[in-house]
C-alpha cells in the first residue's frame, strides 16, 4: 500500500455502532472494539520478559476534542494522553486513553484513580513475578503493597506527600550527598540528597549508594572528602 493510498484511508475511517443498545458509554465507546483489538493482538503478538515500565506519551493532535490535552514545556504541546505499559525495550503491551475528569469503573476499591490505572494496565500481567518500574506520578507505598501482594515487584521515585510514606526519611533533613532509607517488609523508602531530596521506593533492590566513578555530584563530593 502507498504512502498516498494509507492518507486516504486515514482520511475517510469513520466508526458507527450497528448496535445502539450496547452497554458501553462515553466519548470512546464507538472506538472501544477496535481500541481492544488491537491491544489483545499486541499481547499475543510478544512475551515480554520480567521488567516492564509504565508511563504517558502525548500523541500530536491539536483538533476539536474534549479531552484533548495541553502540556506546557513540551514540544508536543496539545494531543491525546496516553497511559502505556512497555517493555524494556519500548514495545506497547497495554494503553489506556485519558478520556477527561470522568470516573471510571475500579479495579480495586478504596484506591486512587492513579492506582486504578496502573492495576488496570498491569491487570493481565500481574501474579507472573514481573518488575514494574514507574515515576512520582504514579508511586505510592500503598499501590506498592496491592502489587507486591500480586507478585509484582515495584521501582521508581516518590513524592514526598504521598499517604504511607515513613515520617523519619521524609522529614530528615540531609546534607548534600547524605543518604537514609527505612524499611517495612519488602518495602524500601530511601532518600539521598544532591541539589535538592530524591525520593526513592522498591521491592526489588537494597537502596544502597555505589560511588560512581563518572564526573557527577556525588562522585564530586566524595573526592572532596
Known sequence: MSGRRFEKLCRCFSVKYA???????????KLYPVFDMLIQNFQKSYFPDENLSLD???????????????RKGKKAKYGIKFYELCTHDGYVLNVDMYKG????????????????IVLTLMKPFLNKGHSLYMDNFYNSVTLTNILLEKKTHTTGTLRSNRRGNPKEVTTKKLKRGDHI???????????????????CLTTKNHPKIIPSKTNTAYSKINQQK
Open 101 to 116: 475528569k470522568q470516573t471510571s469503573s475500579a479495579v480495586e476499591e478504596g484506591v486512587s484513580k492513579v492506582d486504578n
Open 56 to 70: 504517558e506519551s502525548l500523541l500530536l493532535h491539536r483538533g476539536r476534542l474534549v479531552w484533548r490535552k495541553y
Open 181 to 199: 532509607w527505612r524499611r517495612n517488609k519488602n518495602v524500601y523508602v530511601s532518600k539521598w540528597r544532591d541539589k535538592r531530596d530524591v525520593l
Open 19 to 29: 448496535n445502539d443498545t450496547n452497554p458501553l458509554v462515553g466519548p470512546m465507546k
